[in-house]
């Protein structure tokens, strides 16, 4: 099983250009979640969607949007990014939704907003 | 008060030595209580779960929990090398709440 997949795994943006990373899940979990990693911070959540269709904020989502029009795929958009946008992004997902969740994260995907 | 406390390090040790790392969370509705490991570049993956009080054992590694101190641990016994990564600790209330909230994670180094 592939488990969760990202990409692109690395990207640069110049600032106030758009786009859109992926995530693909094989496991049919149910939920899916983005995070945001930075150095001291640790994770924060952006959006998570707890079933296909649904999505909601987390910790820090502006300047983002989420797609989830399949149960397989959770979609993450910036529309104009911004060097403060720099992070590693992480897609996770897990079956139910719950704290007794184990949560499978992807590989990351580093960007860089010069 | 953050919701999960953890000491950032990092932490170094030698090899062989038993490890302790630890959190701290305010609210009593936590019932779930993870570690994830995460080694350079990767994302995180689990290492321990638990949801009682009392400990937990798999292999080198101990989970413990103390629920009336809001209290948890991770013990690494005869500490090696290949468990130099970042330490997450990550905590879940359940039921319709669907987030986990994590620590901020301690940089591990085992040294050889």
């Known amino acids: 099983n592939a488990g969760v997949t990202q990409t692109p795994k690395f990207q640069v943006l110049k600032t106030g250009q758009s786009m859109t990373l992926q995530c693909a899940q094989d496991?049919?979990?149910?939920?899916m979640y983005w995070y945001r990693q930075d150095p001291g911070m640790g994770l924060r959540l952006i959006y998570y969607?707890?079933?296909?269709?649904?999505?909601d904020k987390g910790e820090v989502p502006d300047g983002y949007n989420v797609s989830r029009l399949k149960k397989q795929n959770f979609l993450l958009g910036l529309e104009s990014a911004a060097p403060s946008q720099t992070s590693v992004y992480f897609c996770?997902?897990?079956?139910?939704?719950?704290?007794?969740?184990?949560?499978?994260f992807g590989s990351g995907t580093r960007l860089t907003v010069v | 008060q953050k919701e999960v406390e953890q000491d950032p390090g990092p932490l170094s040790v030698p090899e062989g030595a038993i490890v302790s790392l630890n959190c701290t969370y305010s609210?009593?509705?936590?019932?779930?209580f993870m570690w994830y490991r995460q080694y350079s570049r990767k994302g995180p993956e689990l290492l321990m779960y638990?949801?009682?009080?009392g400990n937990k054992e798999d292999g080198r590694f101990t989970a413990q929990v103390d629920k009336s101190s809001k209290y948890i641990s991770l013990f690494i016994r005869d500490s090696q090398p290949s468990d130099s990564a970042t330490y997450l600790c990550?905590?879940?209330?359940?039921?319709?709440?669907?987030?986990?909230?994590f620590g901020k994670g301690t940089l591990l180094t085992v040294n050889p």
């Open positions: 996770a997902s897990s079956y139910v939704g719950g704290g007794e969740d184990v949560y499978t």
């Open positions: 496991m049919n979990h149910n939920s």
């Open positions: 969607s707890a079933s296909e269709g649904t999505t």
């Open positions: 609210n009593s509705a936590f019932q779930y």
């Open positions: 638990t949801y009682s009080s």
């Open positions: 990550a905590i879940g209330s359940g039921g319709s709440n669907y987030k986990l909230t």
